[in-house]
């Protein structure tokens, strides 16, 4: 069985905006969401660094209820994403959808917020754990949550992949409609690993930058973090079109491997491999046609490297294509990232325009694509492809058509 599976609904919750409208106009505008962000607990526990917060949606979290509220940041993004995505498709979950409804819901990490707060409470001030901190923690609550709030009894699970979690979440359960395990899936990746504990062991490794994200820049020195959450509802397309469903894109293409080769250091055969997966059932009529939505963390070994990975696929062709990374503007957000960007890469294929690579001010002789670098770029686009590159070698990307 290959049956076909369309985007039906998307939501977003991210530094870039609180609401699909608003994100899409934050990427096509180049607006940026990086400014110095101060995580503390106490005077000897603090660190000032340049991140991708999410500010001003109190609000929008207290709506969605106690058991919520009680929950870690990671799930509520997520379920605030999840209901905005399932509002836009329309669906209406019947006793028998339910049952052929998948939750699969990526993350990089889980609770991290919970597991800091648990830490620093135990250590420096003698308290035991809250009773919920499991439950906080633990990578599957999200997927969990949403299928309980939404009575959904179809396979729920979570993916953790690194960086490539959202982009395996959304490629997994596409499968699975495609397959004939499910009709209608719930699936992205939420993330919120902005605390101090994690930054600290991020500043560890010395890849964050310290001031902007520049991805394919000279002088790019590193990326910066971000958090928030993405979700997409997929559906199989004769029961979409069945509905009258809005049809915002056809997932046509999951590409998914392996480096094997180092946890740090990213491989281009690896990169290359995955995206020529993901083309494998896909005719590129026009390459000036086809907008890639890359990984671009700014980081100064994944940039000249999927280059040269996009190079090896397209040959000739990638002199016609446009590359950018929306992750200058909105941040990394770990293992979100697939499922935001998944999204962005949607919205330009919608709007025929292409967001721009922001604060790549002095173009490196090794990342020698059309990175947008000038600005947003109008044209139409035919097919959409989303990068996700993680560390342990874990590679994912997604295919989008229109319909």
């Not at 993004?77 to 409804?101: C, K, N, P, Q, W």
């Not at 392996?258 to 290359?272: L, W, Y």
Request: a negative charge.
């Amino acid at each position: 069985m290959s049956r076909r599976v369309v985007v039906t609904g998307m939501g977003v919750f991210s530094p870039l905006g609180t609401d699909l409208e608003t994100f899409a106009d934050g990427l096509f505008n180049g607006q940026c969401a990086i400014k110095p962000q101060t995580y503390a607990y106490d005077e000897d526990l603090s660190l000032t660094l340049p991140a991708a917060a999410i500010e001003g949606a109190d609000e929008t979290l207290a709506a969605l209820g106690r058991d919520m509220t009680r929950a870690d940041p990671y799930s509520q993004f997520g379920v605030a994403a999840a209901e905005m995505a399932i509002a836009h498709s329309g669906i209406t979950f019947d006793d028998v959808l339910r049952t052929r409804t998948a939750t699969l819901l990526g993350t990089g990490i889980g609770g991290q917020q919970s597991s800091d707060d648990t830490h620093y409470n135990m250590l420096r001030k003698g308290r035991r754990p809250h009773p919920l901190t499991i439950l906080r923690t633990i990578p599957n609550a999200l997927s969990s949550h949403i299928s309980i709030r939404h009575g959904l009894t179809g396979p729920s699970f979570a993916i953790a992949s690194a960086c490539a979690s959202g982009a395996h979440a959304i490629g997994m359960a596409a499968d699975m409609i495609r397959n004939g395990h499910a009709d209608a899936a719930i699936t992205g990746a939420s993330e919120k690993g902005l605390t101090y504990g994690a930054l600290e062991a991020w500043r560890a490794m010395h890849i964050l930058s310290s001031d902007i994200c520049r991805p394919f820049s000279k002088t790019r020195n590193g990326l910066v973090i971000g958090e928030g959450a993405a979700v997409l509802v997929l559906e199989e397309y004769e029961n979409a079109r069945a509905r009258g469903a809005n049809i915002h894109a056809e997932l046509t293409g999951f590409g998914l491997n392996a480096d094997g080769n180092d946890m740090i250091n990213p491989s281009t055969e690896g990169a290359a491999g995955s995206m020529r997966l993901a083309l494998r059932d896909i005719t590129i009529a026009d390459p000036a046609q086809v907008y890639i939505n890359a990984h671009g963390t700014g980081t100064l070994l994944n940039d000249p490297t999927e280059t040269a990975a996009i190079r090896a696929v397209f040959g000739s062709d990638a002199d016609d294509l446009i590359v950018s990374s929306t992750k200058s503007m909105h941040g990394h957000l770990l293992g979100a990232a697939g499922g935001l960007e998944a999204v962005a890469a949607i919205c330009a294929l919608k709007a025929g325009q292409i967001p721009p690579t922001i604060n790549l001010d002095e173009p490196d002789p090794a990342c020698d694509l059309d990175y947008a670098a000038s600005g947003t770029v109008t044209r139409p686009i035919n097919l959409a492809l989303s990068n996700s590159f993680a560390f342990g070698g874990q590679n994912a990307v997604l295919a989008f058509e229109p319909v």
